[in-house]
Antibody, heavy 118, light 110 residues
Framework: EVQLVESGGDLVQPGGSLRLSCAASGFTFDEYAMHWVRQAPGKGLDWVSEINWNSGRINYADSVKGRFTISRDNAKNSLYLVMNSLRADDTALYYC???????????WGQGTLVTVSS | QSALTQPASVSGSPGQSITISCIGTSSDVGTFNYVSWYQQHPGKAPKLMIFDVSNRPSGVSNRFSGSKSGNTASLSISGLQAEDEADYYCSSYTSTSTLVFGGGTKLTVL
């Protein structure tokens, strides 16, 4: 059974930093791309970033480019998102999702909540 | 990358059929057959319902179907059931190798 468990969400002040983690199990982690998707309270889904199986291809949404960094450790079956220069509009539930081909997100975690507020 | 355009809400009675549209551009929906649809119940994670425009993952009811014409993709649900009441989101791969979601559609089963 595929399981994705996010952690690291917290209350952080504007301008601060945070590191999210996603622990994966139930599939061969190093064969698949992984994504981060966020959802602000009461709002829709917002794609954040993707990393391919060997970290050779990484893409970001324009809204986070230059502030967020996605990475993975295949030896630990883990995905990460380092978020710097956080703003109030980064407040959201952050999901990690397993990628299929060309943008298919076939399994999702339950999310970790990031709140940016003073 | 602008969000794909979906109606804010649709409704139907049990047993009826509904269709949700997803309007993109030639940089996403119009060029790539990589449109997916997700169902999200309140307080739950999204669930993949349709991928590659019209394919259903294993375990998804055949009451759900997808199609595309030009820059517009559509999700159809036949034989509406109470459990179908949820938010639905479309997504598409884009020409800049990113993903874009629609704003979401709230389906109400009357």
């Amino acid at each position: 059974e595929v399981q994705l468990v996010e952690s690291g969400g917290d209350l952080v002040q504007p301008g601060g930093s945070l590191r999210l983690s996603c622990a994966a199990s139930g599939f061969t982690f190093d064969e698949y791309a992984m994504h981060w998707v966020r959802q602000a309270p009461g709002k829709g889904l917002d794609w954040v970033s993707e990393i391919n199986w060997n970290s050779g291809r990484i893409n970001y949404a324009d809204s986070v480019k230059g502030r967020f960094t996605i990475s993975r450790d295949n030896a630990k079956n883990s995905l990460y998102l380092v978020m710097n220069s956080l703003r109030a509009d980064d407040t959201a539930l952050y999901y990690c999702a397993k990628g299929g081909s060309a943008g298919i997100l076939d399994y999702w975690g339950q999310g970790t909540l990031v709140t940016v507020s003073s | 990358q602008s969000a794909l355009t979906q109606p804010a809400s649709v409704s139907g009675s049990p047993g009826q059929s509904i269709t949700i549209s997803c309007i993109g551009t030639s940089s996403d929906v119009g060029t790539f057959n990589y449109v997916s649809w997700y169902q999200q119940h309140p307080g739950k994670a999204p669930k993949l319902m349709i991928f590659d425009v019209s394919n259903r993952p294993s375990g998804v009811s055949n009451r759900f179907s997808g199609s595309k014409s030009g820059n517009t993709a559509s999700l159809s649900i036949s034989g509406l059931q109470a459990e179908d009441e949820a938010d639905y989101y479309c997504s598409s791969y884009t020409s800049t190798s990113t993903l874009v979601f629609g704003g979401g559609t709230k389906l109400t089963v009357l």
